[in-house]
């Protein structure tokens, strides 16, 4: 009920009201861009859009809307306007205000259609589909969590992180594709696919976090201390967002073992860079690569990502609000249903 309860008592007001600041802030840093050039001055002139956009999950109620704002506005869209305020990255206030507003503050890279229409299928409803139909079995498999052992508990979260991301920018695309008539760049590319960490991670996994870090974190680096530092720095800084993130889902202090997560796979995916720059060294047949791949995020994750979640509670937290919204779209639809049935009495 908890969640049912956030929705009718102000949640869907502050996403109202959230909107609105979004809007009119992004509007007002559009403007700023244009007339200031790239350098400091343009800088300061965003950081207080960057500040107002750190501060907008505290807006909500629920863990959900806070992770989500906190995913589109405090980490991406703050990255986009620091990069803004060099000249670089997806943002131009060239863009039409609509463009940029959607550019800024959601997880996507628009791209303009070509003349010949795409043939690839429309593959967003299809995964709004299967996502919206694990995700319930998801939940209910939560009541037998008493009886699962830890592994099959985590293996429970990652399937849920998983489906509950795809299913975040599959709708993302749909509406952003429908209402805009433009494409976007592909989100995930079949992680399960991933025959090494810098193929995961750079390629396949979440692909509008590595497209911000490389231009605000890893080219800067590596250009002042080499390739290898401008990994690990890359990595720290994702450790730190998610520690923010978490932070803003679950209101506790941070543990560190996220960081540690990202730092272990930073150095690790260094050394594959450094062992790839030897020609001639060998390297596993991909047969091989991709399910050692898959083994050591899994079997890291089981060890350091997932137990975050747990001690800070965010699996009762998520499963609350789920049940909550499921109460609430039961209520919505008996009011409907009984509004229906005046309106055909009177007529």
Known sequence: MGMAMALTDGEVGALIKVSAAVWVAMSYARLAAARLRPGALRLLALLPVVALLCAIPFAFSTSTFRGTSGFFLAWLGSFKLLLLGAGIGPL??????SHFVCSATLPVKLRRQ??????????GPARILLSGAVIPGVIYAYQFKSSMGRYQLLALYSVHIYFSLDLLLATVH??????????????VDRPYLASSLRDFWGRRWNLMVPSILRPSVFRPVRAR???AAGVQATFLVSGLMHELMFYYIMRSAPSGEVTAFFLLHGACAAAEGWWASHAGWWRPPRPAAVPLTLAFVAGTGFWLFLPAMVKGGLDEMVL????????????AARRLAGATDLVSSTM
Do not use: W
């Open 225 to 227: 201390l080499g390739n």
């Open 114 to 123: 070509s003349k010949e229409k795409s043939q690839a299928p429309a593959r």
């Open 320 to 331: 609350r609000e789920c049940q909550g919204m499921v109460v609430f779209m039961e209520q």
């Open 92 to 97: 131009d206030p060239s863009l039409r205000l």
């Open 174 to 187: 749909t509406v952003i594709h429908d209402l805009l008539g433009m494409e976007m760049e592909p989100q």
